[in-house]
């Protein structure tokens, strides 16, 4: 059978559902270039159109005997190569739409981690202030802050008037406001 047996569409449709491949080379090469340009129109990539056609030829000839035309086959071709085409779109914007969230997860990590690490950094230096304080006032800020005491309290187990423990937090929380404000605002122009 030669190709110009399929002029008529009935008999093309019957053989290439039959698996005649020379019915599936003849509508290969009358229409691929077509198909192609019509992608093409729609995608402005030569690329994509080609796969997209590609894959509409391959569906074809995989799925030939459950083809139903109801038109006319080149309706048929055009059809299938536009639904291809926003599959295609489809699978692509979901892939994107996943870069980009497992972008934005990535960089909140970064962000997470860097944080911790600036966090611990300040926590060092506040430590570092605490650990640099007068002995007394370290003494009267520490049982104040971590063990709770109250004043009263601390002049006891000091041996020191509340009025002089008073003095010594004053002065503890003096120093480290002023060291604190210093690394707070070294981190924050430093990052």
């Known amino acids: 059978?030669?190709?110009?047996?399929?002029?008529?569409?009935?008999?093309?449709?019957?053989?290439?559902?039959?698996?005649?491949?020379?019915?599936?080379?003849?509508?290969?090469?009358?229409?691929y270039n077509q198909l192609c340009i019509y992608v093409l129109k729609m995608s402005d990539d030569l690329a994509i159109a080609e796969d997209v056609v590609q894959e509409v030829?391959?569906?074809?000839?995989?799925?030939?005997?459950?083809?139903?035309?109801?038109?006319s086959l080149k309706n048929y071709l055009y059809k299938s190569a536009y639904h291809a085409f926003l599959h295609h779109i489809r699978k692509e914007k979901k892939n994107i739409d996943m870069l980009e969230e497992l972008k934005w997860k990535s960089l909140?990590?970064?962000?997470?981690?860097?944080?911790?690490?600036?966090?611990?950094?300040?926590?060092k230096k506040i430590n570092a202030a605490i650990e640099g304080l007068p002995p007394k006032c370290r003494h009267a800020f520490e049982l104040s802050r971590f063990e709770k005491?109250?004043?009263?309290?601390?002049?006891?187990?000091?041996?020191?008037?509340?009025?002089?423990?008073?003095?010594h937090i004053?002065?503890?929380?003096?120093?480290?406001?002023?060291?604190?404000?210093?690394?707070?605002?070294?981190?924050?122009?430093?990052?």
């Open 108 to 123: 909140l990590e970064v962000n997470n981690e860097i944080e911790e690490n600036v966090f611990e950094e300040r926590l």
């Open 57 to 71: 030829m391959v569906t074809i000839w995989q799925k030939k005997a459950e083809i139903k035309v109801k038109s």
């Open 170 to 191: 004053s002065k503890a929380l003096s120093i480290l406001k002023k060291t604190v404000y210093l690394v707070f605002t070294f981190f924050y122009f430093s990052n």
């Open 1 to 31: 059978m030669n190709k110009t047996d399929y002029n008529n569409e009935k008999k093309l449709l019957s053989d290439l559902k039959k698996g005649e491949i020379l019915s599936y080379n003849f509508l290969f090469d009358r229409y």
């Open 149 to 167: 005491l109250k004043y009263k309290e601390i002049a006891s187990v000091m041996e020191i008037s509340p009025k002089t423990v008073e003095i």
